[in-house]
């Protein structure tokens, strides 16, 4: 593995770091992890990289490992920066032969997000774009439900996500994670919906098994000088007439990553809280509720979805890592067989893909273009 960004004081790349490391099969071996060369420098060599494998650009980077002999050479990269420079990385290293994971959301507009997919196609190589949420155990768990028709016909999703480290209108200046994410030209057209909207849009789907055919948007600027949305409110339907509802703020003052999905069906529903992740609440039309656990002890009780995303018996607190190094076991398995010459299994190429990266990137297209219109609803085209 490589990496572009993730340096010393950013936030997810140190995650993606954890996560890559957890299961014993990936290595760091290279990095360009800012553009400032003292950053780029000082954090490669904090992570004991040799000298020669800490870039200074990701240009030189990415030219200098494909020049390598190939058991030498990275085998994939990940792409850690802000949403601007996402894409440019990522299609010179599908030029260069490299597979990619990269962050959410995928590039700065749907357009490069159609020409990343065009660049996937066309080199073979694999994706994946890091919606950490359904790599949870009892996420899976509830999709399997679902998928099993558990709860019957699903009939409303009504996916939550507030943040509230937003709140505070100092934060503006002074938290450079805030900085971008309210700048339209390195955060997209989209500040909040962008950023997690779109996981709270891809969990919908990927639990309920649904797709968003129509939506009725408004998105809010609470914070005054944010150039960009940082509260929205969005109605749902879905391809079998199922309704929903999606919120998510980064205003919502002492929030902390409170994201939350209930799926009602026929016969029952389901709840998924974040802060309680090793938790299912099922809820029967015709009985009491139940908490279903996480834990590699309830072989005979929950799926082989969860149980294989499940690392220790119970009780254990696993959570947002763990989560992030099931995507990448799955990546890492993913590739180990494709490099093999071998067919990955659909347990190994269960982490969202590139196909993910253009809906969610079409899904803020949708949302700003909504909320801008005069029309209730619109067609969610994709
Ligand atoms: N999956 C998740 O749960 C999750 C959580 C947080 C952030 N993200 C996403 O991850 C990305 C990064 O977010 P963050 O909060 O870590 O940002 P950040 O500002 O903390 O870190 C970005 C890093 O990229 C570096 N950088 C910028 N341009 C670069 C370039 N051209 N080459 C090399 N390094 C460069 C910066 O110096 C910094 O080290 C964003 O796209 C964000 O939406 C995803």
Request: hydrophobic content about 40%; some cysteine; proline content about 4%.
């Amino acid at each position: 593995m490589g990496m572009i960004g993730g340096g010393k004081n950013a936030f997810i790349g140190a995650v993606h770091r954890i996560a890559a490391n957890m299961d014993g099969l990936i290595e760091l071996v290279c990095c360009a992890l800012s553009t400032n060369p003292d950053v780029a420098r000082d954090s490669g060599g904090s992570l004991f990289l040799p000298e020669n494998r800490i870039y200074l650009s990701y240009e030189e980077m990415l030219e200098a490992e494909s020049r390598l002999p190939v058991h030498e050479r990275m085998d994939f990269v990940t792409i850690v920066t802000p949403n601007f420079a996402h894409f440019a990385p990522a299609m010179m290293a599908l030029d260069k032969g490299f597979h990619v994971v990269i962050e959410k959301p995928m590039t700065l507009s749907f357009e490069e997000a159609v020409q990343l997919r065009q660049k996937v196609t066309e080199t073979g190589l694999q994706l994946m774009l890091t919606h950490t949420y359904s790599g949870y155990p009892m996420v899976k768990e509830a999709r399997r439900m679902i998928k099993d028709r558990k709860l019957g016909e699903v009939r409303k999703v009504i996916v939550e996500y507030p943040q509230g480290w937003m709140a505070k209108l100092e934060y503006k200046g002074g938290n450079p994670q805030a900085v971008w994410r309210t700048d339209p030209t390195r955060s997209g057209k989209s500040g909040c919906m962008a950023d997690i909207g779109t996981h709270a849009a891809h969990l919908a789907e990927y639990v309920s098994g649904l797709k968003i055919t129509e939506l009725c948007a408004q998105l809010s600027t609470m914070t005054s000088g944010n150039a960009l949305d940082d509260d929205g409110n969005v109605l749902l339907r879905f391809d079998n007439g199922a309704t929903g509802v999606l919120m998510a703020s980064q205003m919502a003052a002492g929030e902390e990553n409170a994201l939350r999905i209930r799926v009602y069906g026929q016969k029952g529903g389901i709840e998924w809280f974040q802060h309680e992740p090793n938790s299912l609440l099922v809820k029967w039309v015709d009985d009491f509720m139940q908490t279903m656990r996480a834990g590699t002890r309830y072989t005979d009780l929950l799926s082989e979805d969860a149980l294989a995303n499940c690392r220790t018996p119970g009780g254990h607190p696993e959570g947002y890592l763990e989560a992030f190094g099931n995507l990448y076991r799955n990546f890492a398995q993913t590739l180990a067989t494709k490099i093999k010459g071998g067919a990955p299994s659909p347990y190994m190429l269960d982490f969202p893909s590139i196909d993910d990266g253009v809906r969610g990137m079409a899904f803020i297209d949708h949302v700003v273009a909504n909320n801008a219109s005069a029309e209730k609803w619109t067609k969610f085209t994709y």
